[in-house]
């Protein structure tokens, strides 16, 4: 069901409490959003002091505004992101934020909703009406923050002298600020060493930045956790680690690509007789990607966010 000036449902209701007349001259809503952005309105017009002589909302194919009378009438143009009734609630509250947009007179509004299909705007117009077009403006992407990835991460082993190299799983809770809570896991053995060993480690930590958000391409990452080092299954050794880190990213859609590089120190070097050793302090390099997760929208200015003049 549609709603228009001459629906017999009618779109003219009175507040006893404002004394301000609301009206609804909008064919493309239904009678359910018209109860509803009636409620809203009424809702809303209780904090105003003085309250509006009447409010009236418009629309026709294209675009929609609320002419907010006091008696001067204004012309308050509604974005329809959201739909046409949040869009009309965030207007109203957007204007006793912050004051009148634009004020045009009974007249002048007719002869612009008249001549609306011919109406054309340059790109430097400002007004209001809006050519069918006219592209709509885009809303902000939400920052992305948290998520997991996987990557390839290494080191030099002393003795052997031997590159070890392997798998690293990344998972991040995002915090606030760009800041995450990161725990990461890394399986890597040694490459064309003799004889044959591996490292598995775990650690936890905090990080800010990229790749965990992609609110920056740079970013840091403090962990703490413990190593295992292990030869033909059977014989091994651990111990604790710290690590302090830096991290380069780029944002390919919702993935980063990242490099990065920690510092490692251990408690005591892992060694396992009589030729596996490792360095007590040695720099860990990786490269992956980090899938990030969707942020929280932002919030739009409103008059609960917003203190009045």
Known sequence: MCVCATSAA?????????????SLDCPRLTGEEAAELEARVLLTLRSVDPPPVAVTLVCDEYQAWVLWQTPDEHRIPVEEFDGIVEGSIDAIDMYL????????????????????ESY?????????????????????????????GISTTGEIFPEPDAL?????????LHIAHGFSAVTMESFRAAAGASPKFSLFDVQLGVAWGAPYSNQ???????????????LD????????????????????????????TDYRYRAAALVIEPNVRSNRGSFVVSLGGFL??????????????HPRP
């Not at 009618?10 to 609301?22: M, V, Y």
């Not at 117009?125 to 592209?135: E, I, K, L, M």
């Not at 962990?223 to 292990?230: I, R």
């Not at 990030?292 to 966010?305: D, I, M, S, V």
């Open 97 to 116: 934020a912050t004051g009148p947009r634009v004020k045009l007179s009974v007249a002048e509004s007719q002869r612009e909703l008249a001549h609306h």
């Open 292 to 305: 990030t997760a969707p942020g929280r929208p932002q919030k739009k200015l409103t008059a609960a966010n």
């Open 164 to 172: 070890v190299i392997g798998p690293r799983l990344d998972i991040a």
């Open 216 to 230: 920056s391409v740079f970013g840091v990452v403090a962990m703490g956790g413990f190593e295992w080092l292990t």
């Open 233 to 260: 299954e059977f014989v091994g050794d651990y111990t604790a680690t710290w690590d302090v880190g830096v991290r380069l990213g780029g944002s390919v859609g919702p993935a980063t690509l990242w490099f990065g």
């Open 120 to 148: 054309e705007l340059s790109p430097f117009d400002t007004s209001p009406v809006r050519d069918a077009r006219r592209p709509r403006r885009r809303k902000e992407e939400a920052p992305r923050a948290g998520g997991f």
């Open 10 to 22: 009618g779109f003219f209701s009175t507040s006893n409490a404002l004394a301000t007349d609301l």
